[in-house]
């Protein structure tokens, strides 16, 4: 490994989410393209409303201040629309991927007129039911996240349960973006493998319930990027977890999925299947289009 990586490694790369409206399709497009280097750790920040020209010259200032607080130059992923806001952002010391910019010209062409340019614009109604469901669904998953509010599981579409760093919160917040699922994920720690029952709260949600497992050496790599030279990510204690929290799901006969080298889009297409809810997602899609069609 070279010596920039190594350090990237330890200490993780700033990330800006930069959008003139919420955010939610970069961080969403942005976080899927992360994925892709799961060796690697990301602090990320988003900057909402970047909708002026004075808004992007903070956003370029606060970036550039983080890349002179650190020896790597932060990443940028953003949606901005208008070309004024966006060059004073791709001015920033960081590497700049406008999300935006990449596909438009493309379809310009093949449709052979020029896009509005307009900001904020979406085929996407935000009193759209669906769209409002999606919301509800992220924001449940970021207030349910690592074992948080317990109490609120009955609440859930699906609960995912594993050790530490096995890929709960990113599984988690993909379920949540792209199926409109409430997602909790619940980290089973030391104490709780200590016995052999899991936790109350997911025995009494074990119909939403799935395990994620992940093999112990990739595990125990990935958890020395965070604590090096400790118990927590010796391979002896990775080993001995990931064993006791496969036999309490097999004790309750749960589906439990690998995420060793598996991408978060596979992981979260068989836990919808698991669970039968990509049916019900179908026919709801199939009654709103047959009502559309009626209305007409």
Known sequence: MKDNEKHQSEHG????????????????YGKCL???FPDLEFETITLAFVDTVEKAEIARDQINEASKEAELKPVVFSTLVQDQQQYIIESADACVISLFHSFIGSLEGYFGVESSQKAGVSRIKLSDTTYQRRLDAIDFSLMHDDGVRPDQYKEADVILAGVSRCGKTPTSLYLAMNFSLKVANYPLTPEDLGSEELPQCLQDNVHKLVGLTIKPVPLSRIRRQRRPDSNYSSLEICQAELEKAQSMFDKVGIPVFETTNTSIEEISSR?????GLGR???????????KLKKAR
């Open 280 to 290: 019900e997602r179908v026919r709801e899609s199939v009654l709103k289009f047959n």
């Open 271 to 275: 836990v919808v299947r698991a669970l």
């Open 34 to 36: 992360l994925a892709q």
């Open 13 to 28: 790369r700033k990330v800006f989410f930069v959008s003139d409206r919420t955010g939610l399709t970069a961080e969403s």
